[in-house]
């Protein structure tokens, strides 16, 4: 059975205020709950647009200076392109996201402040801090993913990436010879031909040295096909050239070898095999490419640490894979701190055009690396640059909560 009026109208008066307040609190929530919903899809699209962007021009760049040259010269083909691309990404990772976050919220917030949303919201009780809640979180993620991708998957990526793209002599040789052009990229040997289709070579020349860099002999052949044998029990694999219709022109060894008769064979078929070896600019590591088990490696053994170093070299070649780890551990925490200080600062600009904004935000993350590569000279362990390293991250939060503090006020 239903109440009566009068019973209704017996309740203590605390019951409906507590009622009152459950439904207020209701509401409360719910509005708070979409209200973050919002921030968090104004915030993500603006950043991840403009993260986008960054890693478009970031990796255009590498792959117009790189890849399209190896790639028009045939050196590598459409799916290798492609795959050295991809792996470009990560390597950029690290530089855009920041970049792009402080860009993407200052585009956010300032088209909220220009627009009195801001406002709106502060009227209504929530403090700027709860505001920037779900845009934080978000930061904070991020920066843990940038920090995995600092450590482990750029540093992988960017290995790869020089493997596959310094590793098609031994993987397809035959791309490495450009027609018409010189190809110096195996020890002892030069080769040039007329024509190439796959591993199929046309009027081949090849040029054989002695460790001197003399030449001792010299073969033109109709047709070649070149092939790569790999290598057993550690020996280095082999590159084989079979030739058809070849002219072969030996020269004598020895100082005064222009002045004896050389030796001329013709053969229908001869066959050459060569080790393949890398250049050592092409199989050198930088050390921002280790990944952390390697770099922890390197801090037992000293990074490139010479034969009969010093102490202090000892030290400071200690110190290089440490500092990196820190450098690594920065760049990720750079995605929150400087994520933090462009909330208060697009609350303090307050304009809703994109090129002010983008303007601003290409200032400050100036300033941030110029004080990171600042920081990253330091080589001497006796200033700690291992610490010094974290000063500009430092610098940016300080920055933040004081502007935060006074843009809470307002």
């Known amino acids: 059975m239903g109440s009566h009026p009068s019973a209704l109208l017996r309740r203590p ?13 209701r509401w409360v929530g719910c509005v708070v709950r979409i209200l973050d919903r919002f921030v968090l899809r104004e915030t993500a699209t603006s950043a991840f647009t403009a993260t986008g962007g960054c890693v478009f021009v970031m990796v255009a760049g590498n792959a117009v200076r790189q890849i399209a040259g190896e790639f028009a ?8 392109a492609i795959e050295l691309v ?5 390597g950029v990772i690290p530089y855009a996201l920041p970049l792009g976050m402080l860009a993407g919220i200052l585009v956010a917030f300032g088209r909220m402040g220009a627009q009195q949303e801001l406002t709106a919201m502060k009227s209504g009780g929530i403090s700027l801090l709860r505001i920037a809640a779900p845009t934080l979180i978000l930061s904070g993620v991020l920066a843990l993913t940038c920090c995995w991708i600092n450590l482990e998957v750029a540093p992988r990526a960017n290995s790869t990436y020089r493997a596959l793209l310094s590793g098609v002599a031994s993987d397809n040789p035959a791309s490495v010879i450009i027609p018409g052009e010189f190809c110096r990229s195996f020890p002892g040997v030069v080769l040039r031909a ?16 002695d460790e001197t860099g003399r030449l001792t002999q010299s073969t033109q052949a109709t047709t070649a096909k070149i092939t790569r044998i790999p290598g057993t029990d550690g020996e280095p694999d082999f590159i084989k050239i079979v030739t058809k219709g070849a002219h072969i022109e030996r020269l004598p060894v020895g100082e005064n070898q222009h002045a004896k008769p050389s030796t001329f064979i013709s053969m229908a078929d001869a066959d050459f095999k060569f080790p393949v070896a890398r250049t050592e600019s092409v199989g050198k590591r930088k050390l921002r490419w280790l990944t952390t088990s390697e770099l922890l490696a390197a801090m037992e053994t000293g990074w490139q640490l010479p034969p009969n170093a010093k102490p202090e070299e000892v030290a400071i070649a200690k110190l290089e894979p440490l500092k990196q780890i820190n450098a690594h551990l920065a760049s990720a925490l750079s995605v929150l701190t ?3 200080l462009a909330i208060p600062l697009a609350v303090r600009v307050g304009r809703q055009e994109t090129f002010i904004n983008a303007t601003v935000a290409l200032g400050v993350a100036l300033s941030f690396y110029v004080l990171s590569a600042m920081a990253a000279w330091a080589k001497s362990p006796s200033v700690h640059p291992e610490i010094l ?13 004081i502007l935060f503090r006074r843009a809470s006020r307002h």
């Open 13 to 25: 008066r605390t019951a409906l205020r507590l009622s009152a307040r459950a439904v207020y609190d």
């Open 86 to 90: 991809a792996l470009l990404i990560p």
């Open 389 to 401: 390293i974290w000063v500009p991250n430092l610098c940016v939060a300080i920055l933040a909560v």
């Open 194 to 209: 007329s024509k190439r289709e796959d591993d199929v070579l046309t009027d081949l020349w090849v040029w054989q040295l």
């Open 338 to 340: 400087l994520s933090a």
């Open 73 to 80: 010269a045939g050196r590598v083909s459409a799916g290798e």
